[in-house]
């Protein structure tokens, strides 16, 4: 078969799985020499390999970082956490990959140009975003970059950037380089090889260090557990690169099973390798098969950023985990500060910390707005931060959302409380309160991204201030708050909330809602669908 693009290749490959074809894709990612438009979003930029993920276009990323890096600008450098250039060139960078497509090549031509500037690299080869974090940390170095499309399907690669802080990159320092890199699109590209000369390294042996010098997670308590307890540990990693991460975290152990480890550039056909409750199956299965007294499964994404958790009677999400996390922090471990989390996130943890007296801060959706909360010298210090998308880091611990933290956090908890995930979480609702979140959206007319998009969703908070009457199904609600960090919230007076986000980046508006009530959920969908219209329609 002869394809015109990149493209049209990836149409077939991910229609019929066919694996013999992906040199074609490594071809065109070679050979393409088109620019493309570099945009990073919530977490760096990401396209398709061989479209606009090219090796001609990492040269370019890589050029406009080093750039950056060079760049003599006060702000900037406080920024990214670094004196000078020369500071950099010492302290080093460091570069990973996940284990997609062509993860591997891609970082070594980001290594090649790293070396042309005498900049000293760490090869941390196949890694997790998290412990890329920690270990910028334990090596003191300036920054990281990632070959990362983190959860987007097979046919996508990407590239994360992280300063020294081990965090996510804010948009002061991706704005410049996302200009930096467009601006450089459009010249002559330096496509010449150099030697891609780097120090290895072993970023889990750098992060169990970590863990055990911060001390948030007793490492020798979970250890201890699967050794002792008559317990199934459960992990599926869709084929990502936090495989091999269990065992050496927990040790090998016969009740530790490990689903789909396998080498799969195709995540074995699933579209999305993202923790849903439509992949977390197998882990139901696996988990319900048993009869152990503690029953634990998770599902990781690829680059190991997200987390989703069960045991054999329920799917936990992160809005509910992420409460018992603060609960368990707080109450078990006597952790003091306040809760951060993402505005389109339950208030469940709202209920629990309003009991115990401790603030809640909502910020806008993306984790690196956690930033000023997980900060050692932060005035206000989270105790837990996590957004319902999956993400979830705790005190004295990395700056990105972590994956491998959720699951040693899950059987800590399970060791200490006595109880299985589901009879904790029935117990906290017992005492606080039920909640039930959900989310969906609509698409609206393409002409409306943007910016455009925006100022009609938030009109809707002069159109419907607190004092509002609204009806949902065969009720009346007040509006009792509106909150407007990331879109409009409404806040009513039985607790319960709705959420309108347009999206940044899709013509597409995104609902967040939840309901004391769960019969009620469609109801609210129905408004928020409703007021959308309403603000948008004919566009």
């Known amino acids: 078969m002869s394809f015109e693009t990149a493209e049209e290749c990836w149409r077939v490959i991910l229609k019929e799985l066919r694996r013999d074809l992906l040199p074609e894709i490594e071809r065109f990612a070679r050979q393409n020499r088109a620019p493309a438009k570099i945009v990073f979003g919530t977490s760096g930029w990401r396209g398709e390999i061989g479209t606009d993920f090219t090796f001609r276009n990492v040269r370019v990323v890589t050029e406009a970082i080093i750039n950056i890096l060079k760049r003599e600008d006060p702000q900037l450098k406080a920024a990214l956490g670094i004196r000078d250039f020369e500071e950099v060139r010492e302290r080093g960078v460091i570069v990973g990959h996940d284990n997609r497509f062509l993860g591997r090549e891609f970082s070594h031509t980001v290594i090649e140009l790293l070396n042309r500037e005498g900049i000293r690299v760490f090869y941390a080869g196949e890694t997790t975003t998290p412990e890329l974090s920690a270990s910028i940390e334990m090596l003191n ?69 970590f ?60 579209v999305a390798p993202e923790p849903s409750k439509e992949n977390m199956r197998e882990v139901e299965e696996v988990l319900r098969s048993s009869n152990a007294r503690y029953r634990i499964g998770v599902i990781m994404d690829p680059d190991g950023d997200r987390i989703r958790f069960a045991d054999h009677r329920m799917q936990i999400p992160m809005n509910y985990f992420g409460a ?11 952790i003091k500060g306040v809760v951060v989390k993402s505005v389109g996130t339950s208030n469940f943890v709202n209920a629990i910390a309003r009991e115990h ?80 979140p959900d989310r969906s959206g609509i698409e609206v007319n393409r002409s409306l991204q943007g910016t455009p998009l925006k100022e009609r969703v938030s009109s809707l908070k002069d159109l419907y201030p607190p004092g509002s009457i609204l009806k949902i199904g065969d009720k009346t609600l007040r509006v009792k708050e509106l909150i407007t960090v990331d879109g409009v919230k409404f806040v009513l007076e039985d607790g319960s909330w709705f959420m309108i986000r347009p999206s940044g980046t899709e013509p597409k508006v995104r609902f967040y809602i939840e309901t004391r009530d769960p019969e009620e959920k469609e109801s609210v969908f129905d408004l928020a669908k409703r007021l959308t219209e309403e603000v948008v329609g004919g566009g």
């Open 141 to 209: 170095a300036a920054c990281s970059i990632n070959i990362t499309p983190s959860h987007n399907p097979a046919n996508y690669s990407g590239l994360k950037f992280n300063p020294s802080d081990g965090g996510p990159a804010g948009p002061e320092i991706t704005d410049p380089i996302q200009t930096e890199a467009n601006r450089l699109m459009q010249n002559t590209v330096d496509e010449r090889s150099y030697p891609a000369d780097s120090e290895e390294i072993d970023t889990t042996a750098l992060y169990i260090e």
């Open 324 to 334: 018992m996390a603060f609960h368990f922090l707080h109450v078990y471990k006597g």
């Open 357 to 436: 007296g401790v603030k809640v801060v909502e910020t806008k959706v993306g984790f690196k707005n956690f930033r000023p909360y997980m900060l050692k010298n932060a005035t206000e210090r989270a105790v837990v931060a996590f957004e319902e998308s999956d993400g979830i880091s705790g005190y004295n611990h990395t700056l990105e959302k972590d994956a491998l933290f959720g699951l040693l956090l899950a059987i800590e908890m399970v060791a200490t409380t006595e109880m299985n995930l589901s009879e904790y979480l029935e117990d906290l609702m017992s005492r606080y309160g039920a909640f039930y």
């Open 211 to 270: 863990i055990q010098q911060r001390e948030t997670i007793d490492l020798s308590k979970v250890r201890d557990f699967l050794q002792r307890e008559d317990c199934l540990i459960v992990v599926d990693h869709v084929h990502g690169a936090t495989r091999g991460r269990p065992e050496r975290l927990l040790g090998q152990s016969p009740k530790l099973c490990l689903l789909r480890t396998e080498d799969d550039y195709l995540f074995g056909g699933v």
